[in-house]
């Protein structure tokens, strides 16, 4: 008998009402905001800062992935599982899916097998619509600048060749990565190249996920650069009167989201930006309601802890004045194979010489945690294809480096398979002596933070700059944006910025090749290699492996 899909196990889940989730974090029923019978917004005053100092925070990352993910989402659902199993009050805090890569490579993005969130359909589509505001307000404020070009009585003489502020969409589509608008004659708009961005990639998005409460949305909205006046002065978001109403779009999409897990243990969803284009990991507000109503949140950073990690600890860290009290680097032996050189067809077939050399990767991730101050966990999340042998090889040479690995294996078993890595992150947590460090400070130039990332976290040589970058980086320290965190736009597959450079790369450089800047969200977004911020469908969607029957059944969805 074949292994259900997670579709087959979300939808044989006995899924319970969401005020009974609500009971068990104490959450007043009236006060839930319902979206059907499984799923809730949550208001924004049951964040207790007091409470916020006593529990402990824990951050899953992981290797650089194949191409398909290595179930990072999975594991940091089954620890929440395992510690409500071994009877720690404990939510999952976790990220939105996008619909890019739902229909795109991955399919669904709400965990896997017994480690799920539900309801999974749901969860995976619209859910409660927070990527639609999103959208519709980063889409207003393009409809305003567009018709501030076309209005002669009260234009703000803005120059159309500087506009940086893009469109964007909650879909893969290359198509869109450079278009022109207002083609068909003057009443259709002035001509001018214009772009979508997909949605997790909107400065909204990050604005969302960084912003503390409603009132530093707004204002972190009306900080939004869009470009420059014909004789060169600044405009913003608030010049053209937009903050108000691009805020009153998301008045609901600011509440965080909760759900559950198959086990009936409490999760929270909200905000969705991608590690590799933008900052990686759900809302701050999310994260301090999770630490509000239990003693332990389980959250990850997207991709792999060179992307994920190295920006919420630099970002996510700064402005929510956060640390995380353990540290959990998921890896898998089929990536570690990958790493160590398996083409594909490759990853699933047991191979210690492939591991051996792909677990440089592993070792340079374990490095990177240790400078950032903490003594990291590693999560083996567990393939049926694994070898005792690789599984033995990475607890021992992990053992040599000074931490623990130990075998999750939430997919099949559910909480059951992670309580021995939940007793792990309970002790290390309070015993292990994590204290974050940042690698830089933001007051540093913007060269040396970059420098300090490229070289610490990714092992790189130098840094290089195209003629472009260098003009874009005059223009942020003319405007004064300098002294704020960075974001990398990076391949997640390599820590180089060449994705076919695997395992543990040397003698590299990391070439800028141009800046975008976040002025409203507070972060610079160097752009690496070939990186684009829409990406494109593969050859092959997942969307066309779904299906929906006459009665609404959903097929192909995990």
């Not at 999310?286 to 003693?295: E, Y």
């Not at 292990?432 to 300090?452: A, M, R, W």
Request: net charge neutral; proline share 4%; hydrophobic share 40%.
């Amino acid at each position: 008998m074949s292994f259900p899909t997670d579709l087959e196990i979300a939808e044989s889940a006995n899924i319970q009402l969401i005020k009974k989730i609500a009971d068990k974090v104490g959450i007043d029923h009236d006060d839930l905001e319902y979206y059907g019978k499984y799923k809730a917004k949550i208001p924004l005053k049951y964040i207790d800062e007091e409470k916020i100092k006593k529990s402990k925070l824990i951050l899953v990352t992981a290797i650089n992935p194949t191409p398909a993910g290595e179930g990072k989402t999975t594991v940091s659902v089954g620890l929440n599982d395992g510690l409500n199993k071994i009877g720690k009050k404990s939510i999952a805090v976790l990220r939105e899916p996008s619909l890019g890569p739902v229909f795109g490579v991955k399919g669904g993005a709400a965990g896997g097998g017994y480690a799920q969130l539900i309801p999974m359909v749901d969860i995976n589509l619209h859910f409660t619509g927070d990527f639609s505001a999103i959208e519709k307000a980063n889409n207003l404020l393009s409809a305003l600048i567009d018709n501030n070009l076309q209005n002669k009585k009260f234009t703000l003489n803005i120059d159309p060749r500087t506009i940086v502020w893009k469109r964007v969409m909650d879909m893969n589509d290359r198509a869109l990565r450079n278009i022109v608008i207002g083609l068909g004659g003057s009443n259709n708009g002035i001509t001018r190249e214009e772009g979508f961005n997909i949605t997790p990639a909107s400065e909204v998005m990050a604005i969302l996920c960084l912003s503390s409460d409603f009132e530093d949305l707004k204002y972190r909205l009306g900080n939004i650069f869009v470009g420059f006046t014909f004789d060169k002065k600044p405009i913003f978001a608030r010049d053209l009167k937009a903050e108000n109403a691009m805020a009153i779009l998301l008045k609901d999409a600011i509440k965080p989201n909760l759900v559950q897990t198959l086990e009936g243990n409490p999760a929270i969803l909200h905000g969705g930006p991608f590690a590799n284009i933008a900052q990686g990991t759900n809302t701050i507000i999310a994260t301090k309601t999770g630490l509000s109503l239990a003693d332990y949140v389980v959250t990850e950073a997207g991709f792999g802890a060179d992307l994920g990690a190295e920006k919420f600890l630099h970002i996510k860290c700064h402005y929510g004045k956060m640390k995380p009290d353990a540290y959990v680097i998921v890896a898998t032996i089929r990536a570690l194979r990958y790493h160590g050189g398996a083409k594909k067809g490759e990853y699933e077939i047991q191979n210690l010489p492939f591991l051996k050399n792909g677990f440089e990767n592993l070792t340079k991730h374990i490095e990177n945690g240790f400078s950032f101050g903490f003594r990291p966990i590693v999560a083996i999340n567990h393939f049926a294809t694994d070898s005792q042998e690789e599984i033995d090889y990475i607890i021992s040479e992990c053992e040599k480096l000074g931490v623990k690995a130990i075998l999750a294996d939430e997919f099949t078993k559910g909480g059951a398979g992670m309580t021995e890595l939940a007793e792990e992150v309970v002790r290390c947590a309070a015993h292990c002596g994590n204290d974050f460090q940042p690698l830089y400070q933001v007051e540093d130039s913007v060269e040396h933070k970059i420098e300090t990332i490229a070289k610490q976290v990714y092992g790189a040589e130098s840094v290089v700059y195209s003629q472009k970058a260098k003009n874009q980086l005059k223009t942020i320290y003319d405007l004064g944006f300098d002294k704020v965190p960075i974001c990398m736009a990076k391949t997640p597959k390599s820590l180089t910025d060449d994705e076919t450079k695997i395992g543990r790369p040397i003698n590299f450089k990391i070439t800028v090749r141009e800046f975008e800047f976040a002025a409203g969200a507070g972060f610079i977004i160097p752009i690496l290699g070939d990186m684009m911020r829409m990406p494109g469908l593969p050859s092959i969607p997942a969307a066309e492996g779904m299906h929906i029957d006459k009665n609404g059944k959903i097929t192909g969805l995990s």
